[in-house]
């Protein structure tokens, strides 16, 4: 099969989020944190990162970005025009992960804040940048909804937080390209493991993809990359 480089369509990644290529379920297993080491970065290496900005084409990166006192602080509006013109994703204020891989261990690692009325927006995803065609775009996404005080779900199934919305939290997303295993922690407790989409190329992205309504806002500090 040939690899692809698209971006998921519009709204459709969602809709998508619990199904493997070619109509197999996708597992998801709520974590425990019993089953959860004393630190799930034991044994993990820093490792440094660099990025780039993806913002609507026609804005400056000032009207949708700002980075006072380590805090990185994204927004976007439903309104909003996606990150190239004529482009029919959603759209978006991201830090797009410059490092790519295709196996070993590698971690995601922030303190999130997601502020009251951010419905339908991504915070943090694995994007699979080339993949086979007919694969998903995607290996996971944590997205953010307006239900219960603020509710953090994988894609727009699984509830794995609620009352969410104005508070600090750290999240681990955990990612065994080797083996295909995806975990979760929040505040360091496992709550999510579950299987990528198989192989492919990836990095990770974290900001505001906005699949929903009105305006979507989420910040990001102590950003930490870790591979073994």
Not at 105 to 118: E, N, R
């Amino acid at each position: 099969m040939n690899p692809s480089y698209s971006e998921p369509s519009r709204r459709a990644v969602l809709a998508a989020g619990g199904l493997l290529a070619g109509g197999a379920v996708w597992a998801m297993t709520p974590g425990t944190s019993s089953a959860a080491p004393a630190s799930p970065t034991d044994g993990w290496t820093k490792t440094s990162f660099t990025y780039n900005m993806q913002k609507p084409w026609n804005l400056d990166l000032s009207d949708r970005y700002t980075n006072s006192g380590g805090v990185h602080r994204m927004w976007v509006y439903d309104t909003d025009e996606p990150m190239s013109q004529g482009s029919s994703t959603d759209p978006r204020t991201e830090m797009r992960w410059k490092q790519e891989y295709t196996s070993g261990q590698h971690m995601w690692d922030a303190d999130v804040y997601l502020p009251s009325g951010t419905n339908g927006a991504t915070f943090v995803q694995i994007l699979r940048v080339i993949h086979p065609s007919g694969t998903p775009a995607t290996d996971f996404m944590l997205n953010a909804y307006s239900a219960s005080g603020g509710t953090v779900r994988a894609y727009d199934r699984t509830v794995l937080k609620t009352n969410a919305y104005n508070t600090w939290f750290n999240v681990k997303l955990e990612h065994n390209a080797s083996s295909g295993t995806v975990k979760v922690y929040f505040d360091d407790e496992l709550v999510l493991t579950t299987e990528d989409r198989g192989p492919a190329t990836r990095h990770f992205k974290n900001g505001v993809y906005h699949h929903g309504d009105g305006r979507a806002e989420a910040r990001f500090r102590n950003l930490t990359y870790w591979t073994r």
